[in-house]
C-alpha cells in the first residue's frame, strides 16, 4: 500500500497520531520537500527518510516536477513493496503530486490511503476568522491566469513562493480590484514564532521583504470594488424593475434596435480618431445594447445573456477547427476560406444564392453590393481587369445621362444605382474599404467647404451674397491645405 500522508500547515501540534505512526514506522519514506517547519520537527524521530527536492532543480515547470515526482514514487513502490509519501499541508489540498499519484495508483490497480491533515485553509480560516459558508475561492498561485476572481466572494491565493510569482499575482489582482485594496498578506499561518498576518494594498504585493514557500494572501469579499460584467448586468435589471426607470421599462427589442448601429459607428469614429478614452465608452456603449437586449429576451421567457454568450462561444470554436481541432490552416485565406465553408454546412446552404440572401439586408448599400461582389467572383463571375471595371462606370454614367433629364423617376434611380454598385466594383478590384474611401472624401470635402465659408465671413460677406466662381476660386486655394 501507498500510504499519503499530510504534514499540516508547519506546527507540530497539527499533525495527527496517525501520520506520526505512519512516518514512524515506514522504511520507504519520501516527503515531497524537506523544506517545511514539520520537516524540521521530525528530523530527529525518524531512522531515515528522502525528500523529493531534487526535482524541482531538474524539471522545467512545475506541472512537470509534479509528475516525475508521482512516477517516481510508483517506481520506488514496485520495488520496496510499501511507501509512504508525506506532503505539507492537507493531501487533498492544493496538493498536485498527490492528484497525480491518485491517478497513477488507479491506472496501475495500487491500493493507496490518505491520512489527512489540517491544510493550510483551515490555518488560514482560524488567524484571519474567515467563514467559508460565506464564500470561500482558494486558488494556486501558479494556475492563477487560468482562473477568474470573484469580488463577490473572499479569495485564498496560495504558494505564492517568490517576488516572481508574487508579481505575477498582483498584475492578475488587479485586473478585477483596485490598487489601493487592501488585502492579507499571510506567512506561516498557524506557526507559533513564525507566522506574520498584515495588511497591505494589492500594489505592494511583491514589495515584502519574507515571500517564501510558507506565503499565502486572502482577499476579502468587497462588493464595491471594480465594477465588472454582473454588475453592468444587476444595473440593467434595477432600471428596468418597477423601482427602476421609467423610460428604461418601456424599451423593447424593436424601439432600441437603431442604438445598437448608432453606437457601432460610434467605436469606428473612436478607433478612427485614435481616442482610446473614446474608444472606452463606446465599447461599453455597445456592451449596454448587448446587455439591454439579453435582459428583454430573459424577460420574455426566450433567452439570457448566458444563451448569447454560450452561442457566440460555441460558433467560434466551430468556426476555429485549426486552433480547436485537428484541422489546418496556415494563413488568412485559408482561415476565410474554411470559415465560409463551415457557415455554409451551419447555415445549411446549398446554392450561392441562398448565401447572397443571407447577405444582413440592413447592412450600408456600400458594403451589401461589396460582399454581394465578393461571393460571386469567388466562382469566377467578375471582370478581368480593374479597367475594364472602370469601363462600366463609364457605361453607367452614359445610362444616367440618357435617363437625367427624363420624368421616370423609378429609372433615374435604377440608373444611380448601377452607377454606385459600378464604383463598388472598381474599388473592391483595387482592394479599398468603400465606406473608408467615401467617408474620407466627404470628410475632406467639409474641410475645403469650412475652407470657403471661412475666408467669406472674413471679407465681411454672407455666403449667398458671393458667386460660384468665387467659391470655385476658394475651392481651389483650399487644395492647399490637404
Given at each position: 500500500m501507498i500510504k499519503i500522508v499530510g504534514l499540516g500547515p508547519g506546527s507540530p501540534d497539527a499533525l495527527t497520531i496517525g501520520a506520526v505512526e505512519?512516518?514512524?514506522?515506514?522504511?520507504?519514506?519520501?516527503?515531497?520537500?524537506?523544506?517545511?517547519?514539520?520537516?524540521?520537527?521530525?528530523?530527529n524521530r525518524l531512522e531515515s527518510f528522502k525528500t523529493c527536492d531534487n526535482y524541482y532543480e531538474e524539471g522545467s515547470s512545475f506541472d512537470e516536477v509534479y509528475s516525475n515526482?508521482?512516477?517516481?514514487?510508483?517506481e520506488e513502490y514496485k520495488v520496496a513493496g510499501e511507501l509512504v509519501y508525506a506532503v505539507p499541508g492537507h493531501p487533498l489540498v492544493a496538493e498536485r503530486s498527490v492528484l497525480n499519484l491518485i491517478n497513477l495508483c488507479k491506472e496501475n490497480d495500487i491500493e493507496y490511503k490518505i491520512l489527512p491533515a489540517v491544510s493550510f485553509v483551515d490555518a488560514m480560516m482560524d488567524r484571519l476568522q474567515i467563514d467559508p459558508i460565506e464564500g470561500l475561492k482558494i486558488i494556486d498561485a501558479f494556475d492563477i491566469k487560468n482562473q477568474i476572481l470573484d469580488k463577490r466572494i473572499g479569495t485564498i491565493i496560495t504558494q505564492v513562493y517568490n517576488p516572481l510569482i508574487a508579481s505575477e499575482v498582483k498584475l492578475e489582482l488587479l485586473e478585477y480590484y483596485h490598487d489601493e485594496t487592501e488585502i492579507y498578506y499571510v506567512r506561516a499561518a498557524g506557526i507559533e514564532g513564525e507566522e506574520s498576518?498584515?495588511?497591505i494594498p494589492i500594489y505592494e504585493l511583491d514589495m515584502q521583504e519574507d515571500i517564501d514557500y510558507l506565503t499565502s494572501v486572502y482577499i476579502p469579499k468587497d462588493?464595491?470594488?471594480k465594477k465588472d460584467f454582473y454588475d453592468l448586468v444587476d444595473t440593467i435589471e434595477i432600471l428596468r424593475s418597477e423601482n427602476g426607470c421609467a423610460w428604461d421599462r418601456e424599451q423593447t427589442?424593436?424601439?432600441?434596435?437603431?442604438?445598437?448601429?448608432?453606437?457601432?459607428?460610434?467605436?469606428?469614429?473612436?478607433?478612427?480618431?485614435?481616442n482610446i478614452d473614446g474608444l472606452i465608452e463606446e465599447l461599453g456603449d455597445v456592451l449596454l445594447q448587448v446587455v439591454f437586449h439579453s435582459i428583454i429576451g430573459k424577460e420574455d421567457g426566450y433567452f439570457n445573456i448566458s444563451d448569447v454568450i454560450e452561442a457566440i462561444t460555441s460558433k467560434m470554436i466551430y468556426r476555429h477547427p485549426h486552433v480547436f481541432?485537428?484541422?489546418?490552416?496556415?494563413?488568412?485565406?485559408?482561415?476565410?476560406?474554411?470559415?465560409?465553408?463551415?457557415?455554409?454546412?451551419?447555415?445549411?446552404?446549398?446554392?450561392?444564392?441562398e448565401e447572397i440572401n443571407g447577405i444582413a439586408k440592413t447592412l450600408p448599400a456600400l458594403i451589401k453590393a461589396h460582399k454581394v461582389q465578393k461571393k460571386v467572383s469567388k466562382i469566377g463571375f467578375d471582370f478581368e481587369s480593374v479597367n475594364e471595371a472602370v469601363k462600366k462606370i463609364e457605361e453607367e454614367i452614359n445610362e444616367v445621362l440618357d435617363v437625367y433629364?427624363?420624368?421616370?423617376?423609378?429609372?433615374?434611380?435604377?440608373?444611380?444605382?448601377?452607377?454606385?454598385?459600378?464604383?463598388?466594383?472598381?474599388?473592391?478590384?483595387?482592394?479599398?474599404?468603400?465606406e473608408e474611401a467615401l467617408n474620407k472624401s466627404t470628410k475632406k470635402f467639409i474641410k475645403r467647404f469650412s475652407f470657403i465659408e471661412d475666408n467669406i465671413l472674413k471679407q465681411g460677406k454672407d455666403l449667398k451674397s458671393v458667386t460660384l466662381d468665387e467659391m470655385n476660386a476658394l475651392w481651389e486655394d483650399s487644395k492647399k491645405y490637404d
Amino acid at each position: 500500500m501507498i500510504k499519503i500522508v499530510g504534514l499540516g500547515p508547519g506546527s507540530p501540534d497539527a499533525l495527527t497520531i496517525g501520520a506520526v505512526e505512519a512516518l514512524q514506522e515506514s522504511k520507504n519514506l519520501y516527503f515531497r520537500t524537506e523544506k517545511h517547519p514539520t520537516v524540521d520537527y521530525l528530523k530527529n524521530r525518524l531512522e531515515s527518510f528522502k525528500t523529493c527536492d531534487n526535482y524541482y532543480e531538474e524539471g522545467s515547470s512545475f506541472d512537470e516536477v509534479y509528475s516525475n515526482i508521482a512516477r517516481n514514487m510508483i517506481e520506488e513502490y514496485k520495488v520496496a513493496g510499501e511507501l509512504v509519501y508525506a506532503v505539507p499541508g492537507h493531501p487533498l489540498v492544493a496538493e498536485r503530486s498527490v492528484l497525480n499519484l491518485i491517478n497513477l495508483c488507479k491506472e496501475n490497480d495500487i491500493e493507496y490511503k490518505i491520512l489527512p491533515a489540517v491544510s493550510f485553509v483551515d490555518a488560514m480560516m482560524d488567524r484571519l476568522q474567515i467563514d467559508p459558508i460565506e464564500g470561500l475561492k482558494i486558488i494556486d498561485a501558479f494556475d492563477i491566469k487560468n482562473q477568474i476572481l470573484d469580488k463577490r466572494i473572499g479569495t485564498i491565493i496560495t504558494q505564492v513562493y517568490n517576488p516572481l510569482i508574487a508579481s505575477e499575482v498582483k498584475l492578475e489582482l488587479l485586473e478585477y480590484y483596485h490598487d489601493e485594496t487592501e488585502i492579507y498578506y499571510v506567512r506561516a499561518a498557524g506557526i507559533e514564532g513564525e507566522e506574520s498576518i498584515r495588511k497591505i494594498p494589492i500594489y505592494e504585493l511583491d514589495m515584502q521583504e519574507d515571500i517564501d514557500y510558507l506565503t499565502s494572501v486572502y482577499i476579502p469579499k468587497d462588493i464595491k470594488n471594480k465594477k465588472d460584467f454582473y454588475d453592468l448586468v444587476d444595473t440593467i435589471e434595477i432600471l428596468r424593475s418597477e423601482n427602476g426607470c421609467a423610460w428604461d421599462r418601456e424599451q423593447t427589442h424593436e424601439s432600441i434596435k437603431n442604438a445598437l448601429l448608432e453606437e457601432a459607428y460610434e467605436v469606428i469614429e473612436a478607433i478612427e480618431d485614435d481616442n482610446i478614452d473614446g474608444l472606452i465608452e463606446e465599447l461599453g456603449d455597445v456592451l449596454l445594447q448587448v446587455v439591454f437586449h439579453s435582459i428583454i429576451g430573459k424577460e420574455d421567457g426566450y433567452f439570457n445573456i448566458s444563451d448569447v454568450i454560450e452561442a457566440i462561444t460555441s460558433k467560434m470554436i466551430y468556426r476555429h477547427p485549426h486552433v480547436f481541432s485537428d484541422a489546418t490552416a496556415n494563413t488568412s485565406d485559408e482561415v476565410l476560406a474554411n470559415w465560409d465553408e463551415l457557415k455554409k454546412k451551419e447555415k445549411s446552404y446549398e446554392t450561392l444564392t441562398e448565401e447572397i440572401n443571407g447577405i444582413a439586408k440592413t447592412l450600408p448599400a456600400l458594403i451589401k453590393a461589396h460582399k454581394v461582389q465578393k461571393k460571386v467572383s469567388k466562382i469566377g463571375f467578375d471582370f478581368e481587369s480593374v479597367n475594364e471595371a472602370v469601363k462600366k462606370i463609364e457605361e453607367e454614367i452614359n445610362e444616367v445621362l440618357d435617363v437625367y433629364k427624363t420624368n421616370n423617376r423609378e429609372k433615374i434611380i435604377n440608373e444611380v444605382g448601377d452607377l454606385l454598385f459600378a464604383c463598388v466594383n472598381v474599388s473592391r478590384l483595387l482592394n479599398v474599404d468603400e465606406e473608408e474611401a467615401l467617408n474620407k472624401s466627404t470628410k475632406k470635402f467639409i474641410k475645403r467647404f469650412s475652407f470657403i465659408e471661412d475666408n467669406i465671413l472674413k471679407q465681411g460677406k454672407d455666403l449667398k451674397s458671393v458667386t460660384l466662381d468665387e467659391m470655385n476660386a476658394l475651392w481651389e486655394d483650399s487644395k492647399k491645405y490637404d
